[in-house]
């Protein structure tokens, strides 16, 4: 005797029933496919109690193929990002498919705004599952568009803040300084956000120092300061000037002792501790140094 199937299964095969069916005399296919869809979808619930989030996942995007046939927009939306939460859950690959087609019916429909956020979710998984940067930081820059064009300038900047760190990991220090730049710009019209300004042109100076370039560095430095007449006085503008001339004497005891003393007040992240070592490691390298 077959082993019983489980409520979630029971619901699959009645909606496969459903959506297969070819309907009577008085029956539309529209009323057909909502039907099954609504049957897809009690079932990737099903699922999801037992905990079976690959089988929920497929459920929820079978539901969102029977939103499209019946032209159901927003519901298909919605559907593909239930299957992309299920896919979360140890399928990344499918995740980021489910929020692509999330994204085409959000965008469709002029939802830029929960468009962006659905994008940003893509880069985060990028990130933190693949550890795929270049997509990453694809996935960053265009949720940041997206915000910034629907007017939600900050969470559009900390996308962008973002996008630039991913350039810098990927050493394309000129994109990275851009979108520091732009940040900084934004920031510094606001009250509010233009204490976190000497944070972005740190970075930005970081940069220029990671390419070797303390022309580019000082120069920089100095049109930061005339943006902002407060920023020469700053521990991180007196930071990068400290790391100039440590790199332009070719002093790593210098360029150490300047890293050390502003580390003891503000502690150096992850980003900036990677950072400071390339710079350091290209001080080692620069046989005319001395």
């Not at 980003?271 to 080692?284: H, N």
Request: include cysteine.
């Amino acid at each position: 005797m077959a082993p019983s199937k489980s409520p979630a299964q029971q619901l699959i095969d009645k909606a496969d029933k459903k959506a297969n069916s070819s309907g009577g005399w008085f029956s539309s296919s529209s009323a057909r496919f909502e039907e099954a869809g609504d049957l897809y979808q009690q079932a990737a619930n099903a699922f999801k109690l037992e905990k079976l989030f690959k089988e929920a996942g497929d459920a929820f995007a079978r539901e969102a193929e029977c939103r499209e046939l019946c032209k159901e927009q927003n519901e298909a939306a919605n559907a593909w990002w239930n299957a992309a939460k299920a896919y979360k859950k140890g399928y990344p690959q499918l995740a980021i498919q489910a929020l692509t087609q999330t994204i085409v019916h959000l965008t469709q429909g002029g939802r830029f705004r929960q468009a962006a956020d659905r994008e940003k979710e893509i880069g985060q998984i990028y990130l933190q599952e693949s550890n795929d940067l270049r997509k990453a930081c694809e996935s960053y820059e265009r949720a940041a568009d997206w915000y910034a064009q629907e007017d939600a300038i900050a969470t559009a900047n900390a996308c962008y803040k973002d996008a630039a760190d991913l350039h810098a990991d990927l050493d394309e220090y000129p994109q990275a300084i851009a979108r520091y730049e732009q940040v900084a710009d934004h920031s510094l019209t606001s009250a509010l956000t233009k204490y976190s300004v000497k944070e972005y042109w740190l970075r930005a100076g970081l940069c220029a120092l990671a390419m070797n370039d303390t022309v580019t560095a000082k120069r920089n430095l100095g049109k930061y300061s005339n943006q902002d007449v407060s920023f020469s006085s700053t521990r991180e503008a007196k930071f990068i000037n400290a790391l100039i001339e440590a790199v332009e004497a070719g002093d790593q005891e210098s360029f150490t002792g300047a890293v050390v003393e502003f580390d003891q007040v503000t502690k150096l992240d992850n980003w900036k501790t990677s950072m400071l070592l390339k710079i350091k490691r290209s001080i080692q390298e620069e046989p005319g140094l001395t």
